[in-house]
T-cell receptor, first 111, second 114 residues
Framework: SQKIEQNSEALNIQEGKTATLTCNYT??????LQWYRQDPGRGPVFLLL?????KEKRKERLKVTFDTTLKQSLFHITASQPADSATYLC??????????FGQGTELSVKP | DAGITQSPRHKVTETGTPVTLRCHQT?????MYWYRQDPGHGLRLIHY???????DKGEVSDGYSVSRSKTEDFLLTLESATSSQTSVYFC?????????????FGSGTQLSVL
C-alpha cells in the first residue's frame, strides 16, 4: 500500500521559533506532495505543493522540502505565531490518482 | 470554503436509520469526493465522482452509497447507520486528478450514530 505518515504527537513550540513538521511516505515516490492546514471545526485548506524535482518551496513564512532519497517532506513555519496553531496535513496522489492524507500533526504555538 | 456547502452541519441519528448527507458546489468542478475523518485515522476516502452519474469507491466504501445527478450536487447515503459510522464527513472538489491538483473542502458534517 502507499502510506503517508506524519508524527501524530502534538508539537508545542514557543512564539517566534521555527516549527518543523515531518511527512514520510512509502513505496513509489509521488510526483508531488501537498500540504494542508486544518483549523478545529473546519475543512482542510490547501497551503503548498512541492514537485519531486524541487528541493525546496517557499511561501511567505512557510517552507517545504522534499527528499526523495529519504522519502520525506519537511514543513517549516518560521517566526511562528499563535495564529499558526492548527493541524497540518500532508497528502499525495496514490497510483490510482486518489489523494491520500497523513493523520496530521497538531501544532500549538504558545505566546 | 470555496463555494462548497455541506448539509446538515450536525446530525444525531439512531442505529439502523438511513442518513443522507448533501454536498453542493458552485465552482462547476468535475470531481467531487467524500472523506471521513476519525482520530487516529486521518482523512479516508469513501467515494468519489468524476462526473454526473459517474462514481467509484474509495478505501472505506462499505456501508455507504453515493449519487450525483447534477454537477453541483453529490449525496452520501448511509443505508442503515451504525455506531462505527460516527465521524466527521468532509466533501471536497477538484478541477482534475493530476498529481498537482489540489482539493477544496467543505466545512464538514458531524454525524453521531447512537
Amino acid at each position: 500500500s502507499q502510506k503517508i505518515e506524519q508524527n501524530s504527537e502534538a508539537l508545542n513550540i514557543q512564539e517566534g521559533k521555527t516549527a518543523t513538521l515531518t511527512c514520510n511516505y512509502t513505496n513509489y515516490s509521488p510526483a508531488y506532495l501537498q500540504w494542508y492546514r486544518q483549523d478545529p471545526g473546519r475543512g482542510p485548506v490547501f497551503l503548498l505543493l512541492i514537485r519531486e524535482n524541487e528541493k525546496e518551496k517557499r511561501k511567505e513564512r512557510l517552507k517545504v522540502t522534499f527528499d526523495t532519497t529519504l522519502k520525506q517532506s519537511l514543513f517549516h513555519i518560521t517566526a511562528s505565531q499563535p495564529a499558526d496553531s492548527a493541524t497540518y496535513l500532508c497528502a499525495r496522489r496514490n497510483q490510482g490518482g486518489k489523494l491520500i492524507f497523513g493523520q496530521g500533526t497538531e501544532l500549538s504555538v504558545k505566546p | 470554503d470555496a463555494g462548497i456547502t455541506q448539509s446538515p452541519r450536525h446530525k444525531v441519528t439512531e442505529t439502523g436509520t438511513p442518513v443522507t448527507l448533501r454536498c453542493h458546489q458552485t465552482e462547476n468542478h468535475r470531481y467531487m469526493y467524500w472523506y471521513r475523518q476519525d482520530p487516529g485515522h486521518g482523512l479516508r476516502l469513501i467515494h468519489y465522482s468524476y462526473g454526473v452519474k459517474d462514481t467509484d469507491k474509495g478505501e472505506v466504501s462499505d456501508g455507504y452509497s453515493v449519487s450525483r445527478s447534477k454537477t453541483e450536487d453529490f449525496l452520501l447515503t448511509l443505508e442503515s447507520a451504525t455506531s462505527s459510522q460516527t465521524s466527521v464527513y468532509f466533501c471536497a472538489i477538484s478541477e482534475g486528478v493530476e498529481a498537482n491538483e489540489k482539493l477544496f473542502f467543505g466545512s464538514g458534517t458531524q454525524l453521531s450514530v447512537l
